[in-house]
């Protein structure tokens, strides 16, 4: 079955670093489009970036130059570089699969979603 599972999250000041893995597994990964969310205390689950299969990537304004989003298909991996870390950055961060193909249905497609990463930064 699809499993995704992130880690790398953790406590840091803010203008300090992390980098966040998700570790892909259950589907042919290198067909399918990835993307990291972000989900903080009171708020809506919001994009934070996503990268096709082809590699091409696209970021939301507020993380725009300081987040860096990649991925190795050969370890079935994709990662999220957090810089210059805001204390509006703490969120739980999930690793997202958006239409992954059925492997018994024909035409079905589904989204998965990890179990999240808490990132917390402090001022």
């Known amino acids: 079955q699809v499993r995704l599972v992130e880690s790398g999250g953790g406590l840091v000041q803010a203008g300090g670093s992390l980098r966040l893995s998700c570790a892909a597994s259950g589907f042919i990964f290198s067909l399918n489009a990835m993307a990291w969310y972000r989900e903080a205390p009171g708020k809506l689950r919001e994009l934070v970036a996503s990268?096709?299969?082809?590699?091409?990537?696209t970021y939301a304004d507020s993380v725009k130059g300081r987040f860096t989003i990649s991925r190795d298909n050969a370890k079935n991996t994709m990662y999220l570089q957090m810089n210059s870390l805001k204390p509006e950055d703490t969120a739980v961060y999930y690793c997202n699969a958006p239409g992954v193909p059925n492997a018994i249905v024909r035409g079905v497609r589904t989204t998965y979603w990890g179990q999240g990463t808490q990132v917390t930064v402090s001022p």
């Open positions: 990268i096709t299969s082809g590699g091409t990537t």
